[in-house]
């Protein structure tokens, strides 16, 4: 895979834009050094190499009451390739797993599941992880605390 070099400004951009991601262009010009127009055409380019890929609202899922955060450990009983596309496909179909990696360790998956308590996850866990394809077992850790979850990247 091709990596895009990126200057001073592009990387400016990315910085500027993932603090404040509803930023004018003029107002994200003048942050960067540069006029609107080259940093319209940057901001364009940096979209079009699918460098930015999009724009969101951040959600505070604490203050929604979706405070029960659990890892849980997956082994699969098959990780031959249909195997894992239909593990991945169902996955991304279940709203309470935020987040899910395939991990190169003693288990296939880490999922970060989010819930309103220990109640719901158990009932997630129990009716909607546990008969995902191909799951043979699972292992949970409960986070007590967030220290770090704000999801930005270190500055470029």
């Known amino acids: 895979m091709n990596f895009p070099e990126l ?8 910085n500027v834009l993932s603090e404040d991601g509803r930023i004018s262009i003029a107002d994200l010009a003048r942050k960067i050094g540069l006029s609107k127009t080259p940093t319209q055409t940057r901001l364009r380019r940096l979209e079009a190499e699918g460098i930015i890929t999009g724009y969101r609202a951040l959600v505070d899922p604490i203050r929604l009451g979706l405070d029960h955060v659990a890892f849980v450990e997956v ?12 593990f991945n496909a169902a996955v991304v179909k279940l709203p309470e797993i935020e987040q899910a990696f395939m991990m190169a360790s003693h288990f296939d998956y880490l ?25 043979a077992s699972t292992s949970t850790y409960v986070a007590m ?3 770090k979850e704000d999801g930005a990247l270190a500055p470029l």
């Open 145 to 147: 605390e967030a220290v």
């Open 7 to 14: 200057d001073r400004f592009d990387r400016a951009i990315l």
């Open 111 to 135: 999922l970060k599941v989010r819930t309103r308590s220990m109640t719901d996850y158990r009932a997630v866990l129990g009716e909607k992880i546990s008969s995902l394809p191909h799951v």
């Open 75 to 86: 082994k699969l009983d098959d990780t031959r390739e249909a195997a894992l596309v239909k």
